[in-house]
C-alpha cells in the first residue's frame, strides 16, 4: 500500500534510512519539508519504502528515495513509489519529476534509465508526465 506520511512515521522513516545507508547522516528529519510517501507491505505493516518530493510547476522535484534493503530485490517498491508521484504530479499540472544522482553512482543511474527516465548525462533525471510521457515511464 502507498500513503501520504504522517508524524507518527517520523521514526519509521529515519529507521529505514539508516538501513538502507541513504540519507541517514545527510538529513535533520525535524525540518524536512514537501510531501512524503510510504510504502507499507500490506500483510505486515512494515515500511519498506519511502519517497520525498516537493511539487512544483513546470517540475516536481524528487528529494529522497529510500527502499528496504530487504525489499530491493525486484525493483516493485521503488516503481510504485515513482508511479504514485508521478501520478501526483501530473494531477498538480506539473510537466515531468526530477532528480539527481552523482555521475559516478553508475548503478542507480542504470535503474532510473530502465525505469523510463530521460538521463542528461551528469546528475540531472527527468520522468515526463502526461501527453510527452514516455509509455515505459507509464507503466
Known sequence: MIRFAQPPDLPAAIRL???AKMGAATYRYG?????????VDDDTGALNGYVRFHLGR??????????????QTDGLVAKAL????????AAHGSQGV???????????I?????????????????WLVGQDADREALR
Not at 515513482?82 to 504530479?89: G, P
Open 17 to 19: 534510512m539508516q538501513a
Open 31 to 39: 525540518t524536512m519539508d514537501g510531501l512524503a510517501l510510504l510504502s
Open 58 to 71: 513546470p517540475e516536481t522535484h524528487l528529494r529522497q528515495l529510500v527502499v528496504d534493503p530487504a525489499a
Open 82 to 89: 515513482l508511479a504514485k508521484v508521478v501520478e501526483i504530479a
Open 98 to 108: 526530477e532528480a539527481f544522482l552523482p555521475e559516478r553512482d553508475v548503478e542507480r
Open 110 to 126: 542504470d535503474r532510473a534509465q530502465r525505469a523510463g527516465c530521460q538521463l542528461d548525462r551528469g546528475v540531472r533525471l527527468r
